[in-house]
């Protein structure tokens, strides 16, 4: 009985220290979620939180969609149900806008870490200092793309938190004015620039040449806007949330030569232009593929294959002909950018496809009609007669016969019996062109830039690491020059030109007298294409309305004002090679070209007022009464 009552009385009192009242079990932390305080104390976990902000900022090209790329008559997209992109009748209010609760809700999150950032007790300063400075250059770069798109938006810089008493009007922000945006990006790279790692090494995560890349390229559109804007007064607001007065222009200007001056000069590290590989064009295309050796990039979206990040922008868009699971081909360049590319003497010219007869020219090989031209054109683009990955493109359009007459086929590598021939030869490149054949080069061209020659960067089984470029020295230099040039200073601006130039094997320098808005505009456009730019740069000299307006292009508008920034620039032509077949010629066996329109393209390009600021969706004015329609809305 003594026993029974012992062993009783243990089981109690164990029975009662393991007990628990109901509210410890309800306390226990759950483990697959990470408190603020757990979060924020460890900096290998603050960085896992930044890499995630980091991934979700706001490009205009992306490498999610290749067609991102393929727009302003730029070049042709070479997908069935694609064609209506480069001959928009009207982009509509809608385009390259932002989806509002998406945007802001990132906003919000980076407000939150840095709250909880600066809060946190147990980092080091240096890395609590690095971590915010990372997150501010990460709220100002977003800020910048929002208001290339949409001008003066609400500027929350704080996490704004709902009392749920059913009022939330104290929630509601009005928009900033347009100059007020463009004042926080240029004040923010200011404040962090000191804070980030002046290193050149450092290039997918925010550095102080990034902060002063931002700060440039934000400061030179807001100069341009504040100019240029005076030409378009209907597209402005009366409460400055869209339009910047002019009087504000130079001292945009002067923000942005002095940003770009700070990296130029080595204060930010040792950036320089890309200058590896002896043959130039093979030296421009490696920019855009280089990870390991790049004094160039500034600023990057990295994808690496271990960490499962990587993008099919090179499946989609490489030579279709021997390519890795036979496909791509969807970014054709077009003509019009094709022939924009100078020659080295510095003066513009069509290609040169007939005498001054009006007879075709004949060519030995397919890409002598390049030679001597801009070494960017073919580290930009594929052109006929040359290579990708060791393999011959194969483009050409099929045989010109001695009366004239074409003989082509309907499908890649098509078939036929030439006249007097018996046996069945190739009339028409395994690459195309083929009129309305789609991921064959209807333009006559594939895209280089950016295109992975690694094996397997072309396959969906390993697709490609090739990383997108933000922000690069090149454009640094282009933004220096610009400014310089908007300041009266236009040596300084040639100076900053040339450098760029002589990378592409332009090396007759261009004296202060050269230096035009022309000219300006035509850098930008040879240097930076496919990458993000055009659109933007159009809208922020106010040209987008000229060169997009809305009326087709004959053939004598392609081939006229090579140069000018107000050509037009409304369809996408090709050029086609054809061999000339007359056994009787000296001439048998040449290439001959031909000036073409794709069938697909049947519009034009129509920018309209209306586009030079994106659409505010009415159920966003709707919840917040304050912000104020767009012009032209």
């Known amino acids: 009985m003594k026993k029974i009552f012992q062993f009783i009385l243990f089981t109690a009192v164990m029975g009662a220290g393991s007990c628990k009242k109901d509210k410890d079990f309800l306390d226990i932390k759950p483990i697959s979620i990470l408190d603020n305080e757990s979060a924020f104390s460890d900096p290998a976990q603050v960085l896992s939180i930044l890499a995630d902000l980091y991934n979700r900022q706001l490009d205009f090209s992306t490498f999610d ?22 001959q928009r009748t009207g982009w509509g209010y809608g385009e ?52 290339k798109r949409l001008g003066g938006v609400p500027l929350i810089t704080e996490p704004l938190l709902y009392d749920f008493k059913g009022d939330p009007s104290y929630l509601q922000h009005p928009r900033a ?22 290193d050149v090494n450092v290039k997918s995560r925010a550095s102080k040449g990034a902060a002063l890349a931002m700060e440039s390229r934000a400061a030179l559109y807001a100069g341009s806007i504040a100019k240029y804007g005076a030409t378009t007064p209907q597209v402005a607001l009366p409460g400055g949330e869209v339009g910047i007065p002019a009087g504000m222009a130079n001292d945009y200007y002067t923000k942005a030569l002095n940003a770009a001056k700070e990296i130029i000069d080595g204060s930010a590290g040792g950036y320089a232009l890309y200058n590896s590989k002896p043959d130039l064009a093979e030296n421009f295309a490696s920019i855009f593929l280089d990870k390991n050796n790049n004094p160039e990039s500034i600023f990057i979206e ?8 990587v993008h099919y922008f090179t499946g989609w868009n490489q030579p279709r002909y021997g390519a890795e699971e036979e496909e791509g081909g969807r970014i054709n360049p077009s003509l019009n950018l094709v022939e924009s590319f100078e020659k080295l003497d510095n003066t513009y010219a069509p290609l040169p496809v007939e005498d001054g007869s009006g007879n075709p020219i004949y060519y030995t090989n397919q890409a002598d009609i390049f030679e001597g031209r801009d070494a960017r054109l073919s580290g930009t683009v594929i052109l006929p007669g040359t290579a990708f990955k ?16 074409i003989l082509t086929g309907d499908d890649r590598g098509a078939q036929k019996v030439l006249p007097g021939g018996t046996n069945p030869v190739q009339v028409v490149g395994f690459d195309g062109p083929i009129n309305a054949k789609e991921f064959t080069a209807q333009s006559g061209f594939y895209i280089r830039k950016y295109l992975d020659p690694a094996p397997g960067g072309g396959s969906r089984g390993t697709s490609s690491e090739v990383p997108f470029q933000r922000y690069r020295f090149g454009e640094v230099l282009l933004n220096a020059a610009e400014a310089a040039f908007e300041l009266g200073q236009p040596d300084v601006a040639a100076g900053y030109m040339n450098q760029v130039r002589a990378r592409a094997g332009l090396i007759i320098e261009l004296t202060a007298g050269d230096i035009t808005f022309d000219r300006i505009v035509h850098e930008r456009r040879v240097e930076l294409a496919f990458e ?46 054809y061999k000339y077949h007359n056994p009787s010629s000296p001439n048998n066996g040449k290439w001959i070209y031909k000036i073409v329109l794709p069938t697909l393209v049947t519009g034009a390009n129509n920018f309209q007022l209306g586009n030079y600021y994106s659409f505010i969706d009415d159920n966003v004015r709707s919840n917040n009464p304050k912000i104020v329609r767009q012009p032209n809305q």
């Open 302 to 309: 990295d994808f690496k294959l271990k960490s499962g990040k």
């Open 390 to 405: 060791g393999r011959n493109v194969d483009i050409w359009a099929g045989y010109q016969l001695a009366d004239g007459s």
């Open 177 to 198: 004015k347009e100059s007020e945006m463009y004042d926080f990006v240029i004040s923010e790279a200011e404040a962090i620039k000191n804070d980030l790692p002046a």
């Open 532 to 577: 993000g730019h055009i659109l933007y740069d159009m809208k922020r000299w106010r040209l987008a309305t000229k060169v997009w307006d809305g009326n087709k292009m004959t053939e004598a508008d392609l081939l006229s004002n090579i140069g000018k920034a107000t050509k037009r620039n409304t369809q996408p032509y090709a050029l086609w090679p």
């Open 96 to 147: 390259w806008g932002i989806n509002w609760f998406d945007s802001y809700a990132y906003i919000r999150e980076l407000n939150l870490f840095l709250q909880r950032c600066e809060a946190a007790p147990n980092l080091s300063d240096g890395d609590k200092k690095r971590f915010l400075a990372e997150a501010r250059f990460l709220r100002a770069n977003f800020y910048f793309e929002i208001t």
């Open 65 to 86: 969609d290749w067609s991102t790329f393929a727009d302003f008559s730029e070049s042709f997209p070479s997908e069935n149900g694609r064609a209506y992109i480069v």
